[in-house]
C-alpha cells in the first residue's frame, strides 16, 4: 500500500508537471481536458486508497477535474492555485496545532526533538507558508494578466525550483544547527 502511495504521489507530481509544460510546448489548451482525465483517473486512484479526510478530498479533486475534462474547460488554469491552496491549509492550519506540519515530518526521524528544534519546525513551517501565498499570488497575476506563457513557465518551473531551492537551503542550514547544538552539548556538559 505504502509503494501504490508512493507511486500514486509521484505520478501526480508529474503530471501537474507535464500539463503547464505541455502549454509551453503547444501554445495553447487544446489537449489539456486529456492531462485533466489522467490527473483526475490517479486523484480517484488516490481516493480509493485512502482513507478519511484525505480519501474524501481526493475524491473532491477527481470529480471537479474530471468536470473540467468533460467541459474543456480553462479552469485548469487554476490547478496549480488550488494545490498551493490547499498546501497553505495544510501547512498554516498546523501553526495552530500543538505540532507543526514540519516537526510532525521531523518527528517521523527523530521522535524526540530538542526544544530548540520545535522553534526551527516552526519557522520552516512559516517559510513554506511564504512560498505558497507568492506562488499564490504570482498565478493569479499572471492569469489576471492573460499572461499565460508565464503562468506556465512558473507554474511548471520556476516554483518547483523555488520549492527545491527552499528544501536544500533549509537542508543547509538545519545541519549547520545541528552541528552547532551537538558543538553547544559537548561544551556545555
Not at 509503494?3 to 505541455?22: C, K
Not at 480509493?48 to 474530471?66: D, T
Not at 501547512?91 to 527523530?110: D, P
Not at 533549509?170 to 558543538?183: A, F, S
Request: charged residues 15%.
Amino acid at each position: 500500500m505504502k509503494t501504490l502511495r508512493l507511486l500514486l504521489n509521484s505520478l501526480l507530481t508529474a503530471v501537474s508537471l507535464a500539463f503547464p509544460l505541455l502549454y509551453l510546448w503547444q501554445g495553447n489548451t487544446q489537449s489539456w481536458h486529456w492531462v485533466a482525465l489522467v490527473m483526475a483517473l490517479l486523484w480517484g486512484v488516490k481516493g480509493l486508497v485512502n482513507v478519511g479526510k484525505q480519501r474524501a478530498l481526493a475524491l473532491i479533486v477527481c470529480l471537479l477535474l474530471g468536470v473540467f475534462a468533460l467541459l474543456r474547460s480553462e479552469l485548469l488554469y487554476f490547478y496549480p492555485i488550488g494545490v498551493n491552496l490547499l498546501m497553505l491549509a495544510l501547512f498554516g492550519g498546523s501553526l495552530w496545532q500543538k505540532q507543526t506540519l514540519v516537526e510532525r515530518l521531523a518527528r517521523l526521524r527523530e521522535p524526540t526533538l530538542p526544544e530548540f528544534a520545535v522553534r526551527y519546525t516552526r519557522v520552516v513551517t512559516q517559510l513554506w507558508c511564504g512560498l505558497f501565498i507568492l506562488n499564490i499570488v504570482l498565478l493569479s497575476l499572471f492569469l489576471a494578466m492573460q499572461q499565460y506563457q508565464l503562468w506556465a513557465w512558473y507554474s511548471g518551473v520556476i516554483a518547483y525550483v523555488l520549492m527545491g531551492g527552499l528544501m536544500v537551503g533549509e537542508y543547509g542550514v538545519r545541519q549547520i544547527l545541528m552541528k552547532k547544538e551537538r558543538q553547544h552539548d559537548i561544551d556545555c556538559p
